[in-house]
Structure formats: C-alpha cells, structure tokens
C-alpha cells in the first residue's frame, strides 16, 4: 500500500479561501478612479501585482482575500456591508 514519505502531506494543501460574489459586488459598486486607488492601495501592502485598472478579476480578488485576512477583517468578506468596510480602510 501506499504510504507518503514522513512528514509529506498526501494531498495539496486547501487553497486559500478568496472572497464571494458579495465583495465583488460591493468592489463593483465603486468608481473605476475608487477601484483603481483600493487596487494601488493593495499593491502598496504588496498584496496586488496586476495591472491598476479597476477591475475585478482573480488579482483582485486574491489580494483582497489576503489584506482581509492579514487584518482580521475577512469574515466582512461574506457581506456587501463587511466587504464596504474593508474597502472603506484601504481608502481612507
């Protein structure tokens, strides 16, 4: 029978949970100049590395999930309201 090697994981580790459809919409309610400051503002915390364009893609939504995580705010993410309060820190 198979048996992985001490120490290694038998399976990938779980991806990173990323934001749901709540902070897409909340991220797409804003301005494209609004969307394009949350993005350099994500890219100055080194979370963001594509193009500044205001789009919501898997950049974005990556960065995003790894800002809110890393201030404790990612359980906003489930939420228009919580995902309007994390984007409200990165403008202010």
């Known amino acids: 029978a198979y048996a992985p ?13 990323t934001p749901g459809a709540a902070a897409e919409s909340a991220f797409e309610s804003y301005s494209t ?6 993005q350099r503002e994500l890219a100055a915390f080194g979370y963001y590395h594509g193009a500044i364009d205001g789009i ?8 995003v ?3 809110a995580r890393a201030t404790g705010t990612a ?3 489930a ?7 994390v984007y409200e820190r990165l403008l202010a």
């Open 5 to 17: 090697a001490p120490g290694a994981q038998p399976y990938p580790a779980a991806p990173a949970a």
């Open 79 to 85: 939420t228009s309201a919580g995902a309007f309060q």
């Open 65 to 67: 999930a790894l800002y």
């Open 75 to 77: 359980s906003l993410l």
């Open 33 to 38: 100049a609004s969307r394009m400051a949350i």
């Open 56 to 63: 919501w893609g898997p950049q974005t939504e990556s960065a």
